[in-house]
C-alpha cells in the first residue's frame, strides 16, 4: 500500500529567504552609513573657526559657438585672412621697383606676392645665401676645417728637417692679434687660433726646428683672384684666398696683404712659433708636403655653422670664395671655383627650385657674371629655412654686422635678418648698373617666417638717396602682417 507523502518546508523556506536578502542588505548599507558619519562627526575641529573655507571652483564659461562653425577652424581662418591682407599690402611695391629690379615675398614657403619676381638681375652679396645652403647640404653643419702641421718625427724636442703647415681651406685661421685689430670694417669672430696650433706643437714637447716653415695651399687651385670682378676689387674687397689663408694674408706687423698667402701664412705662423719659444732655424717658404710626412700638430675650426654665420654677419668675401671651392672639392674632387659653383648650380635645382637665367661667376657676388632672379633666390630661403643655421647666421636689423646701423629704431629691429648686397660699378651711365639688395627672413608671431627677396638695380641705386625710402617700404609691407584679428579674437566663444 501506497503511503501519501507529506508537503514538504524546502519551497516555503527557500521563498522566506529571497525575501530576507533585500532587508540584510538595506540593514549592512545603514550601518556602514551610520559608520561612515560616526567617523564624519570625529572628525570635525573643536572649533567651528578651524574648519577650513571651501573655495568653489570657478564655473567654466559657457560656449555659445556651433560644432560647425567656422570659429572651430579659428588658426586656419586667421591665416587666410592676415595672408590675403598681406598680398595686398604686397602690392605698395610696384609703385618703388624699377623695371630692372625685382622683388618677391613668401610666408612659411607660401606665395604671398612680388614684382618682377623672374627678372633676372644681378645679387651682389646676396650671393653669399646659395653658398652657405649648398654649403650645408654637401658638407653638412657639423663639417669641421683641419690645418696640420706635419714633418719629420722629432727627437729630444727637436725637429730635424722643414716642417710644413698644411691648409684644410679654413678661411678664419687667424692669429690671436687680428680680431682687434682694426684692419677691417667688420673684425672677424668664430676664428680658428693659429697659435693655439703653435701651443699644440709646443705642448708635444717640440722646442727646436732645424729647418723651415713651409706653406701648403695645395688642397686648392692657385686662382688669388678672379678675373670678372670689378675694378678695385682685387686685393681691397676680396682677395687673395687659397686652401692656407691667415689672417686674410696679412702678417702682425704688415697692414698690406702678401700677394702669396701660403707665403704669407707661413711667414706669421713663423712669427708665432718664436713668439712661443720655439727656435726656427730655416726661414719660411711656400711647397707641398711630403704624403708621408708624419702629424706634429693640428687645430680644428668651429662647426660649419660658425664659420656660415661669419661669412654672412660679416659679408666675408674670402669665406664664400673659400668655401666654394670646398664644395668643389667634396661634390667633385676639385678644389676649384667651377666645380664649386657647378655644384651649386646643380644641388639647387635638384632641390626643385626654378633656376631660369641663373649664372654663377663667384661666391661672394662680386663678380659682375652673376645673375639670378628673385624667384631663384626667393625658393632658396624657403628651402633654408628661418631657423636653420643659414638663417641664425644673418645679420641682425639694427644688431649685427652689415645691419648694425640699418632699421635702427623701427619695428623690425632685432627681430629682421637679411643679407645686403651692393656694388657700385663706375661709370654709373653704363652697365653693368649698381646693385643694392636684401634678402632674409622676418620671424612672426606664433612660429614660422616671412621669406623675403628685394634686389634692386640701377644706375645710381646703390646711393641712399633712392634705396632708403624702398627698404622702408619693404619694412612696412613685412611688418603689416599679421593685418587682421588672430586666432584668439576669432576661436569659440
Given at each position: ?5 507529506r ?8 521563498l522566506?529567504?529571497l525575501a530576507l ?8 548599507v545603514?550601518r556602514?552609513?551610520?559608520?561612515r558619519a560616526d567617523?564624519?562627526v570625529?572628525?570635525v ?7 577650513p573655507?571651501?573655495v ?5 564659461p559657457?560656449?555659445?559657438?556651433k560644432?560647425?562653425?567656422m570659429?572651430?577652424s579659428?588658426?586656419?581662418?586667421s ?8 598680398t595686398e599690402?604686397?602690392?605698395s611695391m610696384?609703385s ?6 625685382c622683388?618677391?615675398i613668401?610666408?612659411d ?6 614684382v ?8 651682389a ?5 646659395l ?5 650645408l647640404?654637401?658638407l653638412g ?13 722629432p727627437?729630444g724636442?727637436v725637429?730635424?728637417g722643414d716642417?710644413y ?18 684692419l677691417?670694417?667688420?673684425p672677424a669672430f668664430n676664428i680658428t ?10 705642448a708635444a714637447?717640440?722646442?727646436?726646428i732645424?729647418?723651415?716653415v713651409?706653406?701648403d695651399?695645395?688642397?686648392?687651385d692657385d686662382?688669388f683672384?678672379?678675373?670678372s670682378?670689378?675694378?678695385d676689387?682685387a686685393g ?22 702678401g700677394?702669396?698667402?701660403a707665403?704669407a701664412?707661413?711667414?706669421e ?5 718664436t ?16 704624403a ?7 687645430i680644428?675650426s668651429?662647426?660649419l655653422a ?9 659679408s666675408d ?6 668655401m666654394?671651392k670646398e664644395?668643389?672639392l667634396?661634390?667633385?674632387?676639385a ?6 659653383l657647378?655644384t651649386i ?7 626643385g627650385?626654378?633656376t631660369?637665367g641663373l ?11 652673376n645673375?639670378?632672379?628673385c624667384t631663384?633666390m626667393l ?10 643655421p ?16 640699418i632699421?635702427?629704431?623701427?619695428a623690425?629691429?632685432g627681430r629682421l635678418?637679411?643679407?645686403?648686397g651692393?656694388?657700385n660699378?663706375?661709370?654709373?651711365d653704363?652697365d653693368?648698373?649698381a646693385?643694392?639688395?636684401l634678402?632674409?627672413y ?6 614660422g ?8 638695380n640701377g ?5 641712399q ?12 609691407v613685412l611688418?603689416?602682417f ?8 576669432l576661436?569659440?566663444?
Amino acid at each position: 500500500m501506497n503511503t501519501p507523502r507529506r508537503p514538504g518546508a524546502g519551497p516555503l523556506v527557500v521563498l522566506t529567504m529571497l525575501a530576507l536578502i533585500p532587508a540584510v542588505l538595506l540593514w549592512a548599507v545603514w550601518r556602514w552609513a551610520d559608520d561612515r558619519a560616526d567617523a564624519a562627526v570625529d572628525a570635525v575641529p573643536a572649533a567651528i573657526g578651524d574648519v577650513p573655507p571651501t573655495v568653489a571652483d570657478e564655473p567654466s564659461p559657457q560656449l555659445f559657438t556651433k560644432l560647425l562653425s567656422m570659429r572651430r577652424s579659428a588658426n586656419e581662418l586667421s591665416r587666410r585672412l592676415n595672408l590675403t591682407q598681406f598680398t595686398e599690402a604686397t602690392l605698395s611695391m610696384a609703385s618703388v621697383v624699377n623695371d630692372s629690379s625685382c622683388n618677391a615675398i613668401s610666408l612659411d614657403g607660401e606665395w604671398v606676392g612680388g614684382v618682377n619676381p623672374d627678372t633676372i638681375v644681378l645679387p651682389a652679396s646676396t650671393q653669399k645665401i646659395l653658398v652657405a645652403a649648398v654649403a650645408l647640404d654637401v658638407l653638412g653643419p657639423d663639417h669641421r676645417y683641419t690645418t696640420r702641421l706635419v714633418g719629420p718625427a722629432p727627437s729630444g724636442g727637436v725637429v730635424s728637417g722643414d716642417v710644413y703647415l698644411v691648409g684644410g681651406g679654413d678661411p678664419l685661421l687667424s692669429g690671436e692679434w687680428y680680431a682687434d685689430s682694426g684692419l677691417d670694417r667688420f673684425p672677424a669672430f668664430n676664428i680658428t687660433s693659429l697659435d693655439q696650433l703653435a701651443r699644440n706643437l709646443a705642448a708635444a714637447g717640440v722646442t727646436r726646428i732645424d729647418g723651415a716653415v713651409v706653406g701648403d695651399g695645395s688642397r686648392y687651385d692657385d686662382e688669388f683672384y678672379i678675373d670678372s670682378w670689378g675694378g678695385d676689387v682685387a686685393g681691397i674687397e676680396a682677395g687673395p684666398y687659397d686652401a692656407l689663408l691667415v689672417n686674410d694674408a696679412r702678417v702682425q706687423g704688415d697692414d698690406q696683404r702678401g700677394s702669396d698667402p701660403a707665403e704669407a701664412g707661413s711667414r706669421e705662423f713663423l712669427r708665432i712659433l718664436t713668439e712661443q719659444g720655439i727656435v726656427v732655424t730655416g726661414g719660411n717658404g711656400t711647397g707641398v708636403a711630403p704624403a708621408d710626412a708624419g702629424e706634429l700638430a693640428s687645430i680644428e675650426s668651429e662647426p660649419l655653422a660658425a664659420t656660415i654665420e661669419e661669412m654672412l654677419t660679416n659679408s666675408d668675401n674670402n669665406t664664400a670664395e673659400m668655401m666654394v671651392k670646398e664644395i668643389g672639392l667634396a661634390a667633385a674632387g676639385a678644389g676649384t671655383r667651377q666645380a664649386g659653383l657647378d655644384t651649386i648650380a646643380s644641388t639647387i635645382a635638384g632641390w626643385g627650385i626654378d633656376t631660369t637665367g641663373l649664372v654663377l661667376g663667384d661666391g661672394s657676388g662680386l663678380s659682375l657674371d652673376n645673375r639670378i632672379s628673385c624667384t631663384t633666390m626667393l625658393g632658396v630661403l624657403q628651402h633654408a629655412t628661418f631657423d636653420s643655421p643659414l638663417g641664425a647666421g644673418l645679420p641682425i636689423a639694427g644688431e649685427t654686422g652689415t645691419l648694425s646701423e640699418i632699421f635702427v629704431d623701427t619695428a623690425v629691429a632685432g627681430r629682421l635678418r637679411g643679407k645686403t648686397g651692393t656694388l657700385n660699378n663706375p661709370p654709373f651711365d653704363q652697365d653693368p648698373p649698381a646693385v643694392k639688395a636684401l634678402a632674409g627672413y622676418l620671424p612672426v608671431d606664433g612660429g614660422g617666417a616671412i621669406e623675403y627677396v628685394l634686389i634692386l638695380n640701377g644706375p645710381t641705386i646703390n646711393d641712399q638717396s633712392e634705396y632708403r625710402s624702398i627698404w622702408a617700404e619693404l619694412v612696412n609691407v613685412l611688418n603689416s602682417f599679421p593685418a587682421v584679428a588672430g586666432p584668439a579674437e576669432l576661436g569659440p566663444r
